[in-house]
């Protein structure tokens, strides 16, 4: 959601996102450098790559959809339709939202740890009743934000055209209203939030399982790279600096990446489940114009998982698909342009 994320996302942790250094930087133009170039990575996931999760999340919870939007192609077209009827706010809704998710998450990760014998962090030296307990306070912590989360996924696929202008903090408002019974009226397909409990946890520790695995796997090459380059006589000082910031933002890059990848089905499930019965009314992505209302009645997970199969196919799990391919090729693009322009910048001060 994840996962995510884009700053992180759901099933993400906020450490993946800054760069570490592996070797100093003497210079203050280095750690100037190296500060935008983590800037520029935060700013990509939850700003730039927005409008990419919108359309993401609208395409995944669309069963009306008879295009599926699995290549780039399409979801560029569908962007620039929407952009051209209801203007460029209806591809940046919901990022206030998104960012008190993540600040909820980050505050009740750290106050359950503070609380409870539970690690947020694994050592070195780590043990299996370690690991299970890091496991257990990041399940604690997307129970405690399932309904912030769920309150967020709303504002971020209901369409422009019908709503409101919402307040930065009415994520907490509904998701707290979800929990006691008030607020927003819903209908009766309503899941409650134990049914969304099992496959809430089981996506985000997943995201969070995949993404760690991946992240410190391409570490240990890029590690092992940087320190075979830094040996050689021929390594420039200006290489030496690329290689002490840039390898934590790629293997973060690539963590998130194939965290996505592997668990879009499930994140698809995920999100229809949490926007069953709370009467949102989402753009039509076929069009890119109109609205249509979600009135699905899924029993729950498996029912969910069984209907997309049959009524849309194995590729119905797919749907929106491309706008993982813009966003992750967006990233790319400003790693390579910020690595160009800390290069250049390294260059001439030399």
């Not at 609205?291 to 209907?307: A, F, H, S, W």
């Amino acid at each position: 959601m994840g996962p995510g994320r884009p700053g992180p996302r759901w099933g993400e942790s906020f450490s993946t996102t800054s760069p570490t250094l592996w070797a100093p930087a003497p210079a203050p133009l280095n750690r100037f450098a190296g500060f935008g170039i983590g800037l520029a990575s935060l700013f990509t996931e939850n700003v730039l790559a927005h409008p990419c999760i919108v359309l993401r999340r609208q395409c995944q919870v669309n069963y009306h959809a008879r295009n599926y939007h699995l290549t780039p192609f399409t979801i560029v077209n569908i962007m620039y339709s929407i952009n051209k009827t209801q203007g460029p706010r209806a591809l940046w809704k919901g990022m206030g939202s998104t960012f008190v998710v993540q600040g909820i998450t980050l505050g009740t990760e750290g106050i359950i740890s503070e609380c409870t014998p539970l690690p947020r962090e694994l050592s070195h030296k780590w043990s299996l009743r370690q690991i299970g307990g890091h496991l257990l306070l990041k399940s604690l912590t997307y129970v405690i934000a399932m309904p912030f989360y769920s309150a967020s996924l709303i504002e971020t696929v209901q369409s422009e055209i019908i709503r409101d202008n919402p307040g930065i903090l009415d994520c907490v408002k509904e998701g707290i209203g979800r929990v006691i019974g008030m607020g927003v009226p819903h209908s009766k397909r309503l899941l409650p939030l134990m049914a969304l409990t099992f496959p809430t946890v089981l996506h985000g520790i997943l995201h969070y399982i995949i993404s760690s695995i991946i992240q410190k796997f391409v570490l240990l090459i890029l590690k092992r790279e940087s320190s075979q380059s830094l040996s050689t006589e021929n390594s420039s000082s200006v290489q030496s600096m690329l290689d002490a910031y840039f390898p934590e933002l790629i293997a973060s890059f690539a963590a998130s990446l194939c965290a996505d990848v592997m668990l879009y089905p499930l994140e698809t499930v995920l999100h229809r489940l949490h926007i069953q019965g709370t009467r949102t009314i989402i753009d039509n992505t076929d069009l890119g114009y109109e609205v249509l209302p979600i009135n699905t009645q899924y029993e729950g997970m498996r029912d969910c998982i069984n209907t997309i199969k049959r009524e849309e196919g194995m590729l119905g799990f797919y749907k929106g698909f491309g706008a993982v391919v813009v966003q992750y090729t967006l990233h790319v693009a400003v790693l390579q342009l910020t690595k160009i322009i800390y290069s250049t910048l390294l260059q001439n001060a030399a």
